[in-house]
């Protein structure tokens, strides 16, 4: 079985901080990697995928990957107030297309005004 | 922007009935997922499903459980015989031959 996990949170940073959210994965052998947003009674939104080692950058949105160590990060500049949520970590089970997805607990976010 | 759409959004039943939540996966995908949340849980697989049949299913999802793609459009999770545990947020995902699942936005069953 495998485990994802997100051990930090709740977080709690000002507006306009950086929030950094990290997350942990079991399988060494697991490549692509996904976060997604969750607002409190919503479902899942995809905001980043990533599938190499190093840093993609979307917007305010930064996802690292470091395959070595088995960790993947997300890191939000300028944080506002509508970041807040829960922020979910999940990796497919296995490389075909057909894979579920295993989903860490999550960490909640606030970002205080 | 296409997306996932599930119906209802709530539906409310009694212990022993029969549920049936409904989705329509975005139009061009072809693998089909559902999940479960139970309040404050994590978000749990149940099963997957491609080319009309399941391809993988969780421990959960036992014999009172069963999906099906009635046509063209409709991806639905059947639950025969609700029980107390069963309440729970159910989220249908659909991908294309991609990595990333786009989710739809739930359906909250709560079985009294």
């Known amino acids: 079985q495998k485990e994802v996990e997100q051990n930090s949170g709740p977080l709690s940073v000002p507006e306009g901080a950086i929030a950094s959210l990290n997350c942990t994965y079991s399988?060494?052998?697991?490549?692509?990697f996904f976060w997604y947003r969750q607002y409190s009674g919503k479902s899942p939104e995809l905001i980043m995928s990533?599938?190499?080692?190093g840093d993609k950058e979307d917007g305010r949105f930064t996802a690292q990957l470091n395959k070595a160590s088995q960790y993947v990060s997300l890191l939000i500049r300028d944080s506002q107030p509508s970041d807040s949520a829960t922020y979910l970590c999940?990796?497919?089970?296995?490389?075909?297309?057909?894979?579920?997805?295993?989903f860490g607990k999550g960490i909640t976010l606030s970002v205080r005004p | 922007e296409p997306e996932v759409t599930q119906t209802p959004s709530h539906q409310v039943t009694q212990m022993g009935q029969e549920v049936i939540l409904r989705c329509v996966p975005i139009?061009?995908?072809?693998?089909f997922y559902w999940y479960r949340q139970i309040l404050g849980q994590k978000v749990e697989f149940l099963v997957s499903?491609?080319?009309?049949?399941?391809?993988?299913k969780s421990e959960i999802f036992d014999d009172q459980f069963s999906v099906e793609r009635p046509d063209g459009s409709n991806f639905t999770l059947k639950i025969r015989s609700t029980k107390l545990e069963d309440s729970a947020m159910y989220f249908c995902?659909?991908?294309?031959?991609?990595?990333?699942?786009?989710f739809g936005p739930g359906t909250r069953l709560t079985v009294t």
């Open positions: 999940a990796v497919p089970d296995y490389t075909g297309a057909n894979s579920k997805l295993t």
């Open positions: 139009s061009n995908h072809l693998y």
């Open positions: 990533i599938y190499s080692n």
């Open positions: 499903f491609y080319n009309n049949e399941i391809s993988e």
């Open positions: 399988d060494r052998g697991s490549q692509s």
């Open positions: 995902a659909s991908k294309d031959s991609y990595y990333e699942q786009y």
